[in-house]
């Protein structure tokens, strides 16, 4: 079964550091999504790629975040530098053209800012 | 006041229970229900979604939609302790672009 593969699981960063996420969506899903969830919350759009362009970034804090997914397929999250709030679950998800009620999430990477 | 209401629980049954989850929304112009099952660290899994009013079944699952009331449900039966999870509604309106909005989550705990 296809799934939404993600890296890395975890990772633990001080504040002011670099981190940066991987994603690669399931093969064909031309629709490409980063959220971030907070404990207790339900996921928040941060960016939604369509092939390789940003449909809608209004929410991704620009000022240290960045997205890029080069060839339409996998996809990067940045953060630079990050901050003790970035502290959340980062998601991937994909989903097909015709629209993002059908869409297939990653096990997402539990980021720790110290 | 948020768009898509969800008690967040914790609601815990005894295993074989039927299980009731709610969400309620004020945006009329959403089409498409979906539930979404979250274990503890890990992403949502998609479980099923609606489009417009009605019900739709998926083995122990129904989803029902009444727009009229602005109010979805997800019924789960013959609970097992494999559905202790936190479940997610979202809904979206296909109208222009529009985003996904999920609900906060509600925590279920099957006991054996």
């Known amino acids: 079964e296809a799934e939404v593969a993600q890296s890395p699981r975890y990772k633990i960063t001080e504040k002011s550091q670099a981190v940066a996420f991987w994603c690669d969506p399931i093969?064909?899903?031309?629709?490409l999504y980063w959220y971030r969830q907070i404990l207790g919350q339900g996921p928040e759009l941060l960016v939604q790629?369509?092939?390789?362009?940003?449909?809608?970034d209004s929410q991704l804090p620009k000022d240290r975040f960045s997205a890029e997914r080069l060839k339409g397929v996998d996809s990067t999250l940045k953060i630079q530098p990050a901050e003790l709030g970035d502290s959340a679950m980062y998601l991937c998800?994909?989903?097909?053209?015709?629209?993002?009620?059908?869409?297939?999430f990653g096990p997402g990477t539990r980021l720790t800012v110290t | 006041q948020k768009e898509v209401e969800q008690d967040p629980g914790p609601l815990s049954v005894p295993e074989g229970a039927i299980v009731s989850l709610n969400c309620t929304y004020s945006?009329?112009?959403?089409?498409?229900f979906m539930w979404y099952r979250q274990y503890s660290r890990k992403g949502p899994e998609l479980l099923m979604y609606?489009?417009?009013?009605g019900n739709k079944e998926d083995g122990r699952f129904t989803a029902q939609v009444d727009k009229s009331s602005k109010y979805i449900s997800l019924f789960i039966r013959d609970s097992q302790p494999s559905d202790s999870a936190t479940y997610l509604c979202a809904m979206w309106n296909s109208g222009g672009y529009q985003k996904v909005t999920f609900g906060t989550g509600t925590k279920l705990q099957v006991i054996p």
């Open positions: 945006n009329s112009a959403f089409q498409y």
């Open positions: 609606t489009y417009s009013s």
């Open positions: 093969s064909g899903h031309a629709t």
């Open positions: 998800a994909s989903s097909l053209d015709r629209g993002p009620y059908e869409q297939y």
């Open positions: 790629f369509q092939d390789e362009s940003v449909v809608d």
